[in-house]
């Protein structure tokens, strides 16, 4: 009895008590938001305008509730950036708007049934003293849940791109230019130059940039050619941007080069040049060992010539002394 009752405590203990009753899970909210006409969603992935100082438009969103029942979204509008892979976000909503999310007025909330579409109208008006050029900013749907004691926002929205009337200047400055050797052990193996640059949008409108690399020698001869491409940058933002140039033989002092072309009609190629050293260390320590093995050889070579000279100077005095005996 008293091995039975020890039995029983241990698989109380190891197993956990199931709940009286179970709580479903809330299903899952998706939503879509996208730019509309009054009469519905009209195709277009973002809103692009042209506009001028002072001038007030009205565009639509639409936001589309995939879910059965009635959900309520915030709206919220924010200045919009460029992520370093290169896509498109708008600030956090606790973080201060200043240039085109204050542009935007929409208002707070909309309530939107279940699988139905709700087309939402919203104005931007444009500063009257607006600086030439874009202005990017974003509008989302948002909702807020809770995790634990953490409140998490989940939003879906898009871009609105907004360029402000007047003198275009498109400049991807290029700064911060580096450029390293790497060199294999293998002598008969050429090396790789790895160029890394900060490039940064001078103008006043988005841009990227076709980036050439050059890499040669001081005499020109051994050049190698490369692309370092720039992806689109906001106005004030950098992105560093990277490249490997294959190919590259050692050959003392070299310069590297990479000049930027923005993507932008009129827009002035801008170039930096730095200096690199590179030191053939393989290919100089296969000249030292070929140089070593002939001087060993000759070495050798020498010595076993001696040794025969010595053989047959010895061979004739025997000779010799074997005449005269």
């Known amino acids: 009895m008293t091995r039975f009752l020890a039995v029983l405590v241990a698989v109380l203990l190891a197993v ?14 998706t939503w879509s938001v996208q730019p509309a006409t009054a009469a519905g969603p009209d195709g277009r992935r973002w809103i692009e305008l042209s506009l001028d100082p002072g001038q007030t438009v009205t ?10 029942g009635e959900a309520v979204f915030a709206l919220k509008a924010a200045d919009g950036y460029l992520t370093d892979k ?9 973080q201060t708007s200043k240039d085109g999310g204050t542009w935007i007025d929409v208002q707070k909330e ?24 874009d202005h990017p900013a974003g509008i989302a749907a948002t909702v807020t849940s809770a995790s634990g004691t953490v409140a998490v926002e989940s939003r879906v929205g898009f871009r609105v791109m907004m360029r402000a009337t007047g003198a275009i200047r498109a400049e991807v400055a290029v700064t911060g230019l580096s450029a390293v050797y790497e060199q294999p052990w293998n002598p008969f193996s050429s090396g790789t130059v790895t160029v890394k640059y900060t490039a940064t949008n001078k103008g006043n409108v988005a841009a990227g940039g076709a980036g050439a690399v050059a890499v040669s020698d001081l005499t020109g001869l051994a050049g190698r050619d490369g692309r370092a491409d720039v992806a689109e940058i906001f106005p004030g933002d950098s992105r560093t941007v990277e490249t490997r140039i294959g190919g590259v033989w050692a050959l003392g002092p070299m310069s590297a080069n990479v000049t930027v072309t923005p993507s932008v009609e009129g827009g002035v190629p801008m170039s930096a040049d730095v200096t690199l050293w590179t030191v ?18 000759r ?11 010595d053989l047959l100077a ?12």
């Open 110 to 133: 909309v309530r939107v049934g279940g699988n139905a579409t709700t087309v939402v109208p919203f104005t931007i008006t444009v500063p009257k003293d607006a600086a030439p050029g």
């Open 16 to 29: 956990p008590l199931a709940p009286s009753a179970a709580h479903a899970e809330p299903a899952t909210l």
């Open 299 to 309: 070495a050798i070579a020498r010595r076993r010539r001696r040794y025969l000279e």
């Open 314 to 325: 010895r061979a004739r005095d025997e000779g010799r002394a074997e005449a005269r005996g």
């Open 280 to 297: 053939p260390w393989p290919q100089l320590a296969l000249v030292a060992l070929v140089v070593v093995l002939f001087l060993a050889y």
């Open 86 to 94: 290169g896509r498109f976000n708008m600030l956090q909503s606790d």
């Open 59 to 68: 565009e639509h969103l639409a936001v589309r509730n995939f879910g059965d």
